[in-house]
């Protein structure tokens, strides 16, 4: 039974489920649609291949399979969950949101859903917010899904940009336990509008009118200025860890399993080496998977789970950057007490 006495919960994080599409798109697809090669690709990236959905499909197709699987290892039952938190910048529609069709298709009663909206570090801002639920006693469990259909915004005409991302959704079960059990030990985010144009789709919202012009210029895509966003993620994903860490007295060797967003291999390789972190204590599964934005983690602590790394009782640092600017990391113990 989960514990949902007021402010003496600690959020767990009891089971992880994916879905990613079928297809894959390699970089020597890519070779033939822009004016790359895979071994740029590869050496600047880490990237060899991505997941594309088929055109048309919506994020809930996946995070209903990724909801269904993380319930079905965690033994519960859709009907007992409180809430649903889908972070993605590419859910079906603006309105409903996505969580009310993942609600609706997991036959979960008595859940609500919002869905939200922080580009990369999506995953994390959404375990917080649940963990906020749980720890003040509003909620005993919630599913928290992280995904996206990057495909549905990557223009395939900018080598810039469409090596860079796939799609793919990933759920964990974050239930209500004992405080002192595992669970969410501490998390910590942070926020830079000021450079929010470097990376942006601009038109996606009420201040981009989609005319001819717009359309012309490609405006409903992704752009990047990837050098800028580049240099600001490797500063800052190290940075946020060691806040963090240094926060709970704790350092590297506190770490079993560093679970980074995979945007760039020479992003995450930095990071694991200020923590002084072996290659066998860090997720990357950018080769096969890309950048799926708000799926990278729960699809890299899934890989964890499924090569045996990812234990419970494993302790667990997750770390994202993204659009916005928005960065975050989250420290946690794995599993149920
Ligand atoms: N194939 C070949 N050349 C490419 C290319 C591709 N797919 N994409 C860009 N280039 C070219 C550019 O046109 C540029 O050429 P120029 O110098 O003649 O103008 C050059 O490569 C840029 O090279 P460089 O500066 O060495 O690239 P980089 O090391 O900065 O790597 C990124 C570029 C995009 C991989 C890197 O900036 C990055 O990872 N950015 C952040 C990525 C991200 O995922 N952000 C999303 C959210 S976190």
Known sequence: MPHSVR???RAQCIAVGTAVPERRLTNAELEKMVDTTDEWIVSRTGIRERRIAPPGQGLS????????????????AASDLDGIIVATITGDYVMP???NLVQHGLGATKAWGFDLLNACNGFVAALSAATAYIESGHASRI??????????????????????FGDGCGAVLVEAGPPEGRGVVDFEMHSDGAA?????????????????????????????????????????MAEVCESLLGRLSLTGADVDLLVPHQANKRIIEPTAKRL???????????DRMANTT??????????????????????????AFGGGLTWGACYL?????
Not at 144 to 156: A, L
Not at 295 to 310: C, E, S, V
Not at 333 to 337: A, D, L, M, P, Y
Request: hydrophobic fraction near 45%.
């Open 276 to 286: 002084g972190l072996a290659s066998s204590k860090v997720v990357l599964n950018i």
């Open 294 to 319: 708000a799926a990278t983690i729960p699809l890299a602590l899934a890989d964890a789970a499924a090569d045996g790394r990812l234990v419970p009782g494993s302790r667990v640092l997750l770390a």
């Open 97 to 99: 949101s996505t969580a």
């Open 7 to 9: 402010g003496r919960a």
């Open 143 to 164: 599913l928290v899904v992280g995904g996206d259909i990057m495909s549905s915004v990557v223009d395939y005409r900018d080598r810039n940009t469409c090596i860079l």
């Open 61 to 76: 197709h996946l995070a209903i399979a990724a909801g269904k699987n993380c319930l079905a290892q965690a033994g519960v």
């Open 333 to 337: 113990t794995w599993g149920r007490t």
């Open 196 to 236: 929010g144009g470097d990376l942006i789709i601009p038109c996606s919202g009420s201040a981009g009118i989609l005319n001819a012009e717009a359309l012309a210029r490609g405006d409903q895509y992704v752009k990047q200025n990837g050098i800028v966003v580049f240099q600001q993620a490797i500063r800052r």
